[in-house]
């Protein structure tokens, strides 16, 4: 594949230390924009601290991340969404209500921005239920509408199939797959690689916070699995 | 630690001595007599607190304003942070302590709330309220959560200054070390001043000490983050 | 960029939006003044003349004590879920907030503070000598300046393993010279006694230093990780 120009992120021997103890050891890559990157590994691997790194919610103890080509955090804010474990709404609030809130903090105008974002992922905006009464699943669908909410160009998803069913699942991937296809970046941090099999352009295992394996589709998981390494 | 600390220990070593030869042979105080001498303690002990705590206050902010440019220039001035709050809570309970000791037996009472004892235990309760917060913060974000909460608090010292100075002229009660302006015979003045460069040099060298303390455990935090990166299988 | 001014009025809108949907911190909040408000009358049993004279510490020590409660309320519901990071990771700018929570405060405790006023009147049988009109001004003066330190250093406690100890450790000490503005001015207004205005100019110095100081370095305590 030719390589893209401007590539959208770039790692420089980015590592991040909690104590004595080192999530991410000296990592670096370079992504192109427009792809949609697998991130697998075991758990405690360093997927999530990778993606709260890329967000911005913590700073690398060494190294740099370049997003856009530049190190300043503050304008690739916009530009970003993110979504967690946990589900990142007010239990108190309705759906509507919680994302005409985070409209209000990107600047977006309430409507229809926000009913679209919650029909995208089909759950019925009108819905007055609260969101602590969601279902598990609903919460991860507005959580994730929540993410996309802005538009943005990067998307870092951590996660976002969990506790979501089977038919679910394949109609949020064919959507990432959709958003890639009109140009978005997406990084996609899972423990069930098949649910990204027809999206996903290129995968990364991580395995005791390096980047272990890097490979085509989602090569990267049975890479891992068989002990086979770039 | 090398000859210059040796030099340095002798040196307060010697001030002090001199120091206190100096309190006991100064005139003796007319009304208060022999426990008046406690003052030669009492004052630059506060005077000395008050230097730590504005060096802190000079720490934090250039911890704030070169941790991310100079990530070695942010490490010592937190260093230097930490050991100049601890020393200046040692100087400041000297403070607090030495006042009553010498407020008793003179005036007959154990405590006055002017201005310049009241400041005193607020600096006191503040940086004490700082060292609890170091303590209990959260991982790395301790250097830099202490700082913000030093800044606050030595913006308060003024403040605090005032507020009392007003209520005492609408409430007036004793004043410790005799009030403001209050004369004082030049041999007194002598050896008060001899007394706050031996707690100056004294003060300095526990600094000294606690930062270099401070900067070994960074220095071992980081040589141990160095192996956590290189270790591990690939 | 997103606005100052409408993100601060988002985030304020959402924090009542909760609060009146939860109305679990307002509630308790009211109940505990009221507790508190009967046990100082039975500790304290004055006589009118006396009253005056101490109500002023009476009434501002229990609004600090009350403050207190509401002040770790607000940031906790920012934890759950942790919803803080949606804000930090958003282009909004920190301050924006930090005055969201610092007003969305100033309002709950206001309205705890004018519930515990009327009981405070009755079980100390007070009344005011001095120009009541200039009672608001303390109120207003004297709740912000709790409000403000009060907020930030909610917010800087998060952080700590002790949090909702951690609060009253560091907002107690760095209050001094506000609450004794408080009590003074309140105390000179009951009483008639004297001029309050020293101690109002000392209120006012003490919110337009602190609100400032709070503002710039809030950003830095958010983004601490």
């Known amino acids: ?230 | 630690m090398n000859y210059k600390f040796l030099v340095l220990t002798l040196f307060t070593a010697v001030l002090l001595f001199y120091g206190y030869y100096r309190a006991m042979s100064a005139p003796e105080e007319l009304t208060m007599g022999e426990v008046q001498r406690i003052f030669y303690y009492h004052v630059p002990s506060a005077w000395t607190s008050f230097v730590c705590f504005f060096a802190n206050f000079l720490a934090s902010v250039v911890y704030l304003a070169r941790r991310k440019s100079s990530p070695a220039a942010g490490q010592a001035a937190d260093a230097v942070a930490v050991a100049t709050a601890e020393v200046g809570v040692v100087f400041c309970t000297i403070v607090l302590v030495t006042g009553p000791l010498w407020a008793r037996p003179v005036w007959g009472i154990w405590w006055t709330w002017d201005a310049r004892l009241t400041t005193t235990l607020i600096l006191w309760l503040i940086y004490v309220s700082y060292l609890f917060l170091r303590h209990y913060a959260a991982g790395g974000q301790a250097p830099t959560l202490a700082s913000v909460v030093a800044i606050i608090g030595f913006l308060d010292v003024p403040m605090v200054y005032m507020a009392i100075r007003w209520f005492r002229t609408q409430h007036p009660q004793p004043v410790m070390a005799g009030g403001e302006g209050s004369g004082l015979d030049p041999a007194m003045w002598n050896a008060l001043l001899w007394n706050w460069a031996a707690f100056l040099a004294f003060g300095f060298l526990l600094i000294w000490m606690r930062y270099n303390l401070a900067r070994f455990q960074q220095l071992l935090d980081e040589r141990h983050a160095l192996a956590a990166l290189k270790g591990g299988a690939r | 960029m997103t606005s100052l001014f409408a993100v601060t009025r988002a985030t304020l809108a959402k924090d009542v939006l909760l609060e009146w949907r939860s109305k679990d911190a307002i509630n308790a909040m009211l109940f505990f003044s009221v507790l508190v408000v009967v046990i100082f009358s039975f500790a304290f049993d004055p006589s009118a003349e006396e009253s005056r004279r101490i109500a002023g510490g009476l009434v501002w020590v229990a609004f600090l004590f009350a403050a207190n409660v509401a002040l770790n309320q607000t940031w906790m519901r920012e934890l759950r879920n942790q919803v803080l990071d949606a804000y930090r990771v958003s282009p909004a700018p920190a301050n924006a907030l930090f005055l969201g929570k610092a007003l969305g405060n100033f309002f709950f405790v206001t309205v705890v503070e004018l519930a515990m006023t009327p009981l405070f009147i009755v079980f100390f049988n007070l009344r005011i000598l001095g120009p009541a009109w200039q009672l608001v001004i303390v109120l207003v003066l004297g709740t912000w300046a709790l409000v403000v330190n009060g907020t930030f250093f909610a917010a800087v406690s998060l952080r700590t393993r002790v949090r909702e100890l951690m609060l009253p450790l560091l907002l107690f000490p760095v209050s001094i010279p506000a609450l004794l503005g408080m009590v003074e001015a309140t105390t000179a207004i009951l009483t008639g006694d004297a001029s309050p205005r020293f101690w109002l100019n000392l209120l006012l110095v003490y919110d337009v230093v602190f609100t400032t100081a709070c503002l710039l370095l809030f950003e830095t305590v958010l983004h601490a990780e």
């Open chain 1, 1 to 230: 594949m030719p390589a893209d120009p401007a590539p959208v992120l770039e790692l420089d021997s980015v590592s991040k230390l909690f104590g004595r103890v080192a999530a991410l050891r000296e990592l670096t890559a370079s992504f192109a924009p427009g792809r949609l990157y697998g991130i697998f590994g075991e758990n405690g691997a360093g997927k999530s601290t990778l993606l709260r790194l890329i967000a911005g919610l913590a700073r690398p103890t060494r190294g740099r991340i370049l997003r856009w080509a530049s190190d300043d955090l503050h304008p690739a804010l916009a530009r970003m969404g993110y979504m967690a474990h946990a589900s990142l709404l007010y239990d108190e609030l309705t759906a509507l209500e919680n994302l005409r809130y985070f409209a209000g903090l990107y600047g977006l105008a309430a409507s229809p921005a926000c009913e679209d974002a919650i029909s995208s992922v089909g759950l019925d905006p009108a819905l007055s239920r609260r969101v602590g009464d969601y279902s598990q699943g609903m919460r991860q669908r507005l959580s994730l509408a929540r993410a996309l909410l802005h538009g943005p160009d990067l998307l870092l998803l951590d996660e976002p199939f969990s506790n979501v069913d089977a038919g679910s699942a394949a109609s949020m991937a064919a959507r990432l797959g959709r958003l890639r296809a009109s140009g978005k970046t997406i990084f996609v941090v899972t423990h069930q690689p098949a649910h990204l099999e027809a999206v996903a352009d290129e995968s990364l295992w991580i395995a005791a916070g390096e980047i272990a394996a890097r490979q085509p589709g989602i090569g990267a998981a049975l890479a891992a699995s068989t002990g086979v390494t770039q």
